[in-house]
Each structure stands twice: as C-alpha cells, then as structure tokens.
C-alpha cells in the first residue's frame, strides 16, 4: 500500500529534513504571481481557504523560488523529473530559474494545460491555458512513452501501412516482392503531445474541495503515469488541498505533501481519507461526441443563431435571441427516442431555469400522429425530412 505524508511548514525549511535523492517526482503549483489574495469558501458555506500570492516585486519572486528549486533538486533522483505549474504571470521567469538551477539541457518539455472557457472579464484574449515546465535532473530520466487516439483528421493510411526510406531518404510506403503496400502492424496510437486538454473542475464537479486553485487529480494522474512506476516517491512542496498526494494514493505511489497553511493540510488529510474523483464526460466518451452533438445542431437549425449546450442532457441549443424576454431553448429528438420522452427530458431540464420557451424537435414517427395531443409547454417542430414526407402522403391522398 502507498505511503502518503503531509507536513505542515515553509517548504524552504521542510526540505532540508528530507532525504537527498529520494524523489522520482516532484510536482509544484506555488503562487503563480497573480499579485492577488486567493480565496474560495466550500460549497456549503462551512470553511473558507486562502493563500497570499503578493509580491514586492518580480526579484522577490523569483528568489522565493530560486531559493526553493535549488532545495528541491537535491531530493531528487538521477532519474527523477520535476513539474513546474505555473501561467502567463510568471512563465518567463520560471523558465530562467530552472535553466539556472536544472541546467537549460536538462528542459524537455513546456505543456500547456488547455480546457474550455466561456467567459472574459478582461478586454483582450480569452486566457484558456496554463504552463507546466518539465525538467529532468540528468538526460537518463525515466519517461513512459503514453498513447492516445488518433485524432479524426489522421490520414488511414499512415496508421495501416507501414512507411521505409527510400535510397533519397524519403518516407515512403514499404511493399512486398509482389508490390503490395505492408501493414504497419499494431495500431497503437499517437504519441501524448505537449498540449494536454483535460477539463477545468467545473463548480459542480464532486471533486472540487472549495481550495482556490485546485487542480483536477485527472492532470496529476498523467504527470505520474508519465514519469514514475508504481512504488516510486512523489513530492509536493505547496500541495494545497492534497491533488498530487491524492492522485499518488490512486496509482499505488509513495508521496509527501508540504503546505505552509494548516487548515490546507487538514483538507489534504480528509480528502485522503476518502478520495473522490470526478469523471469528465468530455474524456469518458471523446471530444467526437461533442463533435457529433455539433453537427447535429448544425443539421438542424442552420439559419438561426443559436448557442451549442454541453453537457446537458435534456437540451441541444440556445438561441441568442430571448422571445419576449424569456430564453429560447432547444432540444433534437434523438434516434429512437420516443416522443413524450424527448419533451420530458427538455422541460425537465428547464424546471430550474426560470420561464423558457421550449422547442422540440421532431426527427422521428415513433408516437402521436401529427396533430395530435402535444406534451404541454413544449412546441413540436417537425424536422424537414418529416415535414417532406407529409408534404408526399397529402400529395399523394390528394393526386
Ligand atoms: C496554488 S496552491 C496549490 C494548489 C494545489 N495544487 C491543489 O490542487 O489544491 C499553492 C499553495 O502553496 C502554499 N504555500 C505558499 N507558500 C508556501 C511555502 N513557502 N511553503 C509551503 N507551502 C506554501 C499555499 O498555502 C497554497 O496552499
């Protein structure tokens, strides 16, 4: 079973008790220079967390850390990785310091951490990502190659047939003695890239603790698989509410957590007592359902103006224009979905939403003849294809 241990106190003086070399990973998310107090109370009203991200100035900064990060390449392996999370506030100096402390040969990768957002306070850009700067303390760092899908633009014939150098050093496809092309074998999957789009905690997500800043155990989970095994050390020296120690427990890894606040190691302790993690929709089934879900709306409402509704299941779209100061909101029948069902699902979903229209509509013949009684509140649209056949069967009773 993982050992997992938190320990209340500045980093800078904690890490001189812990062992030289023993780390495989250290993951940090310390202040990120935001020149801002963070502070988050949970949802049901009953605790409120802070940390203070002020600084006198970038120099402060970035002694803080360099004081810290020279503490932490110590403790780690000759095989051992580190993570620095950190945004646009601060990127630039991170990097300088690591260079110094890690040596620049010794940076591999910069990730960008990218989800979805969906509104701008500020004037300018919407900012969609943050930064995790990976060094590795010597060129013989443990890594594990990770895999992920191919995505839908992938040509079919890269993944099926296998590719040589021609005598000009081209790449080209390999054949047999009778010309034909040869398979490439398994099909296993594109390498992980540097851009890592994995979901925000959303304010409902069971995962979310009420910590300011807390990151998705999902992101811990692919730094870990990434740079350890099972067994190995993980250190986090500005663990907060515990992601990487509750992640580490996940995987089977040993780790230490260090906070400077107390009531973050309190947190920290009770959520390794219970883990929970949330699941994302948009990982479990792929970001092509959202696609898909997409070009049904497009199929279907081209010519209005209309927003895409995610991770709802009762409606598909929005339209931007409110009707008589109420929201328009839109749900497509799905295959096989019986009528009465697709109508409940939509003004289910619009009970806690205040006054809305709701526009059903209708793809399938699977229940009340047309004209018949409607489920009240809901305006059934029939979609063109049916609305053709009518068009034919009154022709044709007519002709
Ligand atoms: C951005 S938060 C970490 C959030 C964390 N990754 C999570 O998922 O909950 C930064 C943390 O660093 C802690 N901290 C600030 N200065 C510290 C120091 N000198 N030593 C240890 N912890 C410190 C703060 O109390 C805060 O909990």
Request: charged residues 20%; glycine residues 20%.
């Given at each position: 079973m993982a050992e997992i241990r938190t320990i209340i106190g500045d980093c800078l003086s904690v890490l001189d008790t812990l062992p030289e070399s023993a780390f495989d990973l250290i993951y940090l998310d310390p202040p990120f220079y935001t020149q801002k107090e963070h502070t988050l109370t949970t949802r049901d009203g009953s605790a409120t967390f802070a940390f203070r991200d002020l600084w006198a100035s970038h120099e402060e900064y970035a002694r803080f850390l360099h004081e810290r990060l020279s503490k932490l390449h110590r403790t780690l392996t000759y095989t051992g990785s580190l993570f620095f999370h950190c945004d646009s506030n601060a990127a630039h100096i991170v990097r300088l310091i690591l260079d110094q402390v890690f040596g620049a040969a010794m940076f591999r990768s910069e990730i960008v951490w990218t989800y979805r957002r969906w509104s701008n306070a500020n004037k300018g850009l919407l900012p969609a990502h943050q930064t995790i700067l990976f060094y590795s303390k010597s060129a013989d760092f443990k890594f594990n190659t990770l895999l992920t899908n191919y995505s839908a633009s992938t040509n079919i014939d890269q993944i099926t047939q296998r590719r040589v150098r021609d005598s000009r050093n081209k790449a080209v496809y390999a054949r047999n003695e009778q010309g034909h092309v040869l398979s490439s074998g398994a099909k296993k999957g594109v390498p992980l890239s540097d851009v890592w789009d994995i979901p925000y905690l959303n304010p409902k997500a069971k995962e979310r603790v009420g910590y300011p800043t807390q990151k998705p155990i999902l992101l811990l989970e692919q730094i870990i698989n990434l740079c350890t095994e099972a067994g190995d050390w993980v250190l986090d020296p500005f663990c907060g509410s515990g992601t990487t120690l509750i992640a580490s427990k996940l995987l089977d890894r040993n780790a230490i957590g260090i906070d400077i606040a107390p009531e973050a190691i309190t947190l920290t302790n009770s959520r390794l007592r219970d883990p929970v993690k949330t699941v994302s929709a948009l990982l479990e089934q792929g970001r092509e359902t959202y696609e898909r879900k997409e070009t049904d709306v497009f199929t279907y409402l081209k010519g209005l103006d209309y927003h895409i509704v995610q991770?709802?299941?009762?409606?598909d779209a929005i339209l931007k224009q409110d009707i008589d100061g109420k929201p328009v909101f839109i749900r497509i029948q799905r295959p096989g979905e019986k009528l009465h069902e697709a109508a409940m699902a939509l003004s289910d979903t619009s009970r806690t939403k205040g006054d809305a229209h709701l526009v059903l509509i209708v793809t399938e013949d699977n229940e009340l003849p047309f004209g018949l009684e409607q489920p009240v509140g809901v305006t059934l649209v029939r979609s063109t294809a049916l609305t053709i056949k009518d068009a034919l069967c009154y022709a044709l009773r007519s002709g």
């Open positions: 991770r709802n299941q009762g409606m």
